[in-house]
């Protein structure tokens, strides 16, 4: 059983930059890990993705270029850089994971999930 923390997420301003942190409780190498998002009123999206085995990463179109997803197997922790914040930003973020070690924005291929973290943009 792998159980999933976020942390990092705060409220900022626009321009400023956040690392997310996602420590799992348990093992994941072996595991690819993705951060989505849920911004108010909205469905939750794929944001990006990180396989295990050659950290490899996967991004959705409309983030490319500011976020910067990364892991460390031997801390258990998958991160996600976000620079230049702004007001469309604003969401609660969620890691996942499970075990394939894959390319994947598919949320229902993610078995483990972590309870959040608020990120709030303020311009």
């Known amino acids: 059983q792998v159980q999933l923390v976020e942390s990092g997420g705060g409220l900022v301003r626009t321009g400023d930059s956040l690392r997310l942190s996602c420590a799992a409780s348990?093992?994941?190498?072996?595991?690819?890990t993705g951060w989505f998002r849920q911004a108010p009123g909205k469905g939750r999206e794929f944001v990006a993705s990180i396989r295990s085995s050659d950290s490899r990463t996967y991004y959705a179109t409309s983030v490319q270029g500011r976020f910067t997803i990364s892991r460390d197997n031997a801390k258990n922790t998958v991160y996600l850089q976000i620079d230049s914040l702004n007001s469309g930003n604003t969401a609660v973020y969620y890691c996942?994971?499970?075990?394939?070690?894959?390319?994947?924005?598919?949320?229902?291929?993610?078995?483990?999930w972590g309870q959040g973290t608020q990120v709030t943009v303020s311009s």
């Open positions: 348990g093992h994941i190498a072996g595991y690819a």
């Open positions: 996942a994971t499970d075990s394939f070690d894959d390319d994947s924005c598919a949320s229902a291929e993610y078995g483990y």
